[in-house]
């Protein structure tokens, strides 16, 4: 029996409306046609197999000194040291962060005060120049100690001179300064949550601490992360900075060669390879958390151990 | 019966507040028996809100004095003298005092028993198994026992409105503020809403209700008061006053809400 679509069931036989086939109606439409845009993707590959060219035949980039260099020891001595400088900057900068934000937030005008002087001066000098001035800071105070202030004994004293290495005065300086620029990715991310949240959770008879712990932060993730993703690459590039304090991560590393061998711009492009490395696989991470955290309000913990369960072992 | 000159649940004397230089309540004076239910009705911005928020100590007061169960709330008085009670002293004051609000403000982040349980975990700590078992009560009672592990975000206005409830239930008020908290809802939610709270108070609980829900007033509460600029214009048996209203601004709110 033929059905056709002209919906006068007319055809049913035992009296039933008989159920409409749905018209097939495919869409084969054809494209205009866009000049503009295949003469303009032909130009931009050919200027790249121009570049990829020029780039490969030049006898000056020395291709075999850096693929020799790639995996050097020091080199990959460099490169621990960058990685460990930015994930122990980071984590001291959002501690930081976290702190002077829920300072800043507070009632108490002086803590309101402190927070803000942080973040101004941090914000306002250059990280180059903080990071010289950590590095001498044993100029102006050339001992530390544990005891009573303004001058008062000490129980415990080091000498700046061992205390402050290229390492701890890197740490120091990016940490810090990262903590000021946290403050506001934290305060906005605060302030992003729903001041009802506060409301209902003080209902409850919870204290600030709770209220914040429990309830705010957890929320205010959602906007804190992205943003933070971003800071985490970018500093990953920004300790290449602590090469002027001889930080020994892998700009410096890389110098460090060249001054013996002149392969400068060898050197560089291992350097660069590297850091592009590392940026791409950070910037992986951040799409995978990122798109975890735009799904649904569930809570962080809950929602990565719910997407980790596929990879978890089989049950028996 | 205990003997009835018994200090009611609570007891507001002379509340005076004002938000900069606007003063918003007038000098009030209330009482809740325990046990009692009070609608407060009143047209916007009369001070509804900042009432039920100046009881549980959500907004400091400019002058007055408030007693929930006895106890002078956000002061000590000592050698004659009001000392302001510290953080933790008022997070002690609150606990017994239930709110729920217009727009719920549940926790985004937790399922509908989390919710539930949060306050008794974090605030009286109770284990997780215990605060699970009573959590799984309490939504059973607001009728919710299927919806426990969705997130509010996958409930109904209504739903989340009675999961506010639970969550509220969970601390063992002895005290329920409720502000307008069927306003947010679609009129044909508004009554499973209700109907919880009418249990609610038919198991004893003492309630303030802030509401416009004059059939709700009418049929649970033993007191209605009438708030207009900052000052209680009318009060009495709810079906007296809605039947016969002598104030005139009452007449008219009165015209324009039912
Ligand atoms: N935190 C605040 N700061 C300044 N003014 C406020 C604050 N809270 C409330 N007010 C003002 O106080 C007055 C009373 O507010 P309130 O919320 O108590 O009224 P309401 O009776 O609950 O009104 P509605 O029915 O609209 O909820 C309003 O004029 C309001 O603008
Ligand atoms: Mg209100």
New binding site residues.
Partial sequence: MEVTSTGSSAGSQDGEPSAQVPVELPIEAVRPPRPGRVIGAGVALLFLVWLAYTVIVNENLHWDVIVSFLMDGRILGGLWVTIQLTVFSMAIGLVLGVLAAVMQLSDNPVLRGTSGLYTWFFRGTPLLVQLIFWFNIGLVFPSFGIGVPFDGPKLIEWQANELITPFTAALLGLAINEGAYMAEIVRAGIRSVDPGQREAAEALGMSHGQVLRRVVLPQAMRVIIPPTGNQFISMLKTTSMVSVIAGAELLTVAQRIYLGNFEVIAMLIVASIWYVVLTTIASIGQHFIEKRFERGHAALGARVRRNLRPFAKEPA | MTTGQAEPMVKIRSLRKR??S?E?LKGIDLDVPHGQVVCVV??????????L?CVNRM?TIDSGRIWVDGELMGYAERGGRLHLLAPAELCRQRRPIGMVF?RFHLFPHRTAIENVMEGPVTVLGTSRAEARRQATELLERVGLSDRADHYPAQLSGGQQQRVAIARSLAMRPKLMLF??PTSALDPELVQEVLAVMRDLAASGMTMMV?THEMGFAREVGDQLVF?DGGVIVERGDPREVLAAPKNDRFRTFLGQVL
């Fill in positions: 938000f900069g606007v918003v009143g047209p916007s911005g009369s001070g509804k809100s900042t009432l928020r907004e217009q502000d307008e802030v708030v």
